[in-house]
């Protein structure tokens, strides 16, 4: 069974920090991984989906990369904003039939002005 | 863009008593989704609908039933709920893009006394 495990489950930086948050999995056999940012009593927002055969993603200030054989991703972000303070979830999707997705309990990222 | 869009927003049950969420995505996506995300346990599956007309029991399906009743909307019904179902319940719908990126709603948050 996937298992999908992110640490820290918090993270404070100070504003202006480079920050990396870690996303691991026991399954290497992936369909593709997607990273979300969840606010304070919101749903979730997807922020880049990497396919098994991708290496990487960016957006803006954003990238996250992949490294299937050893079942890891990171999510890195650049110059850090207070704005960026909320919790980020990576999900793995197993190839296969719609319902394998398998969710990361997620690291909650604070970013001190 | 509406998006995926769950109602209500807010609500409070007590012990045995049944009730409805409902659910509407716009994007024309097949497969849509009901989760329930719990502290420390990340999302967990409760059923998914692959297509119009078909569902399927998750993770977590006890307790909770849903019908499919076309192809925007997905709704999940507690026939008694118990303190157990106390939850933030989200909706997602998958694109059918070789990406299957997911989208979610923003929440429903279900207390049962």
């Known amino acids: 069974k996937q298992e999908v495990t992110q640490i820290p489950a918090a993270l404070s930086v100070p504003e202006g920090e480079n920050l990396v948050l870690n996303c691991s999995f026991t399954?290497?056999?992936?369909?593709?991984l997607q990273w979300f940012r969840q606010d304070p009593g919101k749903g979730l927002t997807s922020l880049l989906l990497i396919q098994s055969s991708q290496r990487e993603q960016t957006s803006g200030r954003l990238n996250a990369s992949l490294d299937k054989s050893s079942g890891r991703s990171t999510l890195y972000i650049a110059a850090s904003q207070p704005g960026d303070s909320a919790t980020y979830l990576c999900a793995v999707r197993e190839p296969g039939s719609a319902r394998q997705l398998t969710f990361g309990s997620g690291t909650q990222l604070t970013v001190l002005p | 863009n509406a998006g995926v869009t769950q109602t209500p927003k807010f609500q409070v049950l007590k012990t045995g008593q049944s009730m409805t969420l409902q659910c509407a995505q716009d994007?024309?996506?097949?497969?849509m989704y009901w989760y329930r995300q719990d502290p420390g346990m990340g999302l967990r599956l409760i059923y998914y609908s692959a297509s119009e007309g078909t569902t399927d029991k998750g993770e977590v399906p006890n307790g909770y039933n849903v019908s499919r009743l076309n192809k925007r909307e997905f709704s999940l019904r507690l026939e008694s709920a118990a303190p157990s179902q106390t939850s933030v319940y989200f909706c997602?719908?998958?694109?059918?893009?070789?990406?299957?990126?997911?989208?979610f709603g923003e929440g429903s948050r279900l207390t049962v006394l």
């Open positions: 994007m024309n996506h097949n497969s």
């Open positions: 997602a719908s998958r694109s059918p893009a070789h990406t299957g990126e997911l989208f």
């Open positions: 399954d290497s056999a992936i369909y593709n």
